[in-house]
């Protein structure tokens, strides 16, 4: 039997070690190792869809999680001031009840047909009703309509408990890696015990305790997303209304993040030391929540980290996973996209051997992720805000590929095959929805010349009329957040 030892019990280590055992389960013995004197630095984290394909994979259910770890249904992210003061747009989920799979590369003319019509409303995304009267969908929780904002503590302990009986957990700290050759031999335990393994993940976070010890090229990102610094910061909340989004609010220099849970608000300040202090921040967050929530800022912790990732991310035997792989900033809650993402390429890329093929071809697929990633993260900075020195820089180090983007919506429309490349993560509706809530969608010929010069205007006014009929429906029978909240938590 080939053994399989995960480093680190936060949300990556948890994830990863419940979705091999799932996969593999008498085939590999599955090994989980973590310091629980060391505290993880979940904050209140923020979700896609994919939690569900996971979550459904492992056996657990949504429902579950509403009721034993504090966590609520997401449906979308609002950006607030990012074009400016008293601006805000929306980046949603599926609307339930379309059938996406039908659509295929003809499904962004509907988009094409709103923009033009001025009735724009995420098209075959969640309509904004929902997010702004806190709704969620009557089909809930059988689609991809929604996410989850989940307790990060929580979450890992409950899902840990599931498998307890199945995997091999190790409460120790590791005080020494013994490598030869890029090849991890052994891990030595504060007891003395030393541990060998067919594979080792590093899922240890920032601390990357394995592969620290590796030869490993860091791709520096800190140029292109310079963001470096957060500071967490709880906020205790008793709801009038059970909020279904995440908020993403710009300031002067990075932008404040609020994740709605059972008990609070996760709540935290984003921002570039390039640009601050780290005291100016504390001030400028403090303003912030008690302008917002009538409290000050407690905390006094804050979080360094470098934005970038390991070209590399699986060398010899050790593949690292989750913040020991790379890091962007939580803008688009992509973190634990990604993380499942790793597991599930994992168990396709290693047959329970090592061979080289797989190793190069798993190391360019999260190249592409990542760079997916930062590209896409990059793209919400194009505001053209001057009123600070962060903001200036940001418009000034405008990336090529985004002035072209523009350029073309001039004169054409974003269409299937711009974005054909990039996995599952952020496709073509995704890039539609977020240049038009920057205000880059402007020019009407554009649209107008892109559906004449293809023929495309009878379609897209078809599909955009059937999309609407299935959103009136949708809208008639919307349920109260609270409702569904209250209601599985009474369940017995």
Not at 374 to 382: C, G, K, M, Q, V
């Amino acid at each position: 039997m080939k053994k399989i030892t995960i480093v680190g019990n936060g949300t990556a280590g948890v994830i990863c070690s419940t979705f091999f055992k799932t996969f593999w389960k008498d085939s590999a013995e599955i090994e989980l190792i973590f310091d629980s004197k060391k505290d993880i630095i979940g904050v209140g984290e923020s979700t896609t869809p994919s939690i569900f394909e996971y979550l459904k994979y492992i056996g657990v259910s949504s429902r579950e999680l509403i009721k034993n770890t504090n966590c609520l249904l997401k449906l979308g992210i609002k950006f607030k001031n990012w074009k400016g003061k008293n601006t805000h747009f929306y980046h949603n989920f599926n609307e339930p009840n379309i059938n996406h799979n039908s659509l295929n590369d003809t499904y962004f003319l509907s988009s094409a047909y709103g923009i033009l019509k001025n009735e724009f409303d995420n098209d075959f995304y969640l309509q904004n009703f929902f997010l702004e009267e806190n709704k969620v969908p009557q089909s809930f929780p059988d689609d991809t309509s929604h996410a989850l904002h989940i307790d990060a503590k929580k979450f890992s302990e409950y899902i840990l408990s599931k498998f307890k009986n199945k995997i091999s957990i190790i409460d120790s700290e590791i005080i020494n890696v013994e490598v030869e050759n890029n090849i991890i031999k052994s891990l030595i335990l504060e007891d003395g015990r030393k541990i060998k393994s067919d594979l080792f993940i590093d899922a240890s976070g920032f601390s990357r305790i394995l592969f620290k010890n590796l030869d490993s090229e860091w791709i520096n990102m800190s140029s292109y997303l310079p963001m470096n610094r957060a500071i967490p910061n709880p906020i205790k909340k008793i709801y009038k209304k059970i909020p279904t989004f995440t908020l993403a609010e710009s300031t002067r220099n990075g932008w404040i993040w609020q994740i709605p849970l059972q008990d609070r608000y996760g709540s935290g300040y984003n921002y570039s030391s390039n640009f601050t202090t780290d005291e100016e921040a504390k001030k400028d967050f403090d303003k912030w929540l008690c302008k917002n929530h009538n409290v000050n800022l407690e905390s006094d912790r804050t979080i360094k980290y470098e934005t970038g990732y390991y070209k590399n991310q699986w060398i010899g035997n050790c593949i690292c996973i989750g913040l020991a792989s790379g890091f962007v900033e939580p803008l688009e809650s992509s973190s634990i996209h990604t993380i499942i993402r790793q597991a599930l390429y994992i168990t396709n890329f290693y047959p329970l051997n090592i061979n080289e093929f797989s190793i190069k071809t798993y190391n360019r697929k999260l190249q592409n992720v990542y760079k997916t990633i930062f590209d896409f993260i990059r793209l919400h900075y194009y505001t053209k805000r001057n009123d600070s020195k962060f903001h200036s820089y940001m418009n000034e180090s405008t990336p090529d590929w985004i002035k072209e983007l523009e350029s073309k919506l001039e004169n054409s429309f974003i269409n299937f095959y711009d974005f054909f490349d990039n996995d599952d993560l952020f496709t073509t509706m995704n890039y539609i929805t977020l240049c038009n809530g920057l205000g880059l969608i402007k020019s009407k010929k554009g649209i107008e010349s892109y559906l004449s010069n293809n023929n495309f205007l009878d379609i897209s006014k078809s599909c955009y009329q059937q999309i609407q009929k299935i959103k009136m429906i949708n809208k008639y029978n919307a349920v109260d957040h609270d409702k569904i909240i209250n209601s599985v938590k009474n369940l017995h």
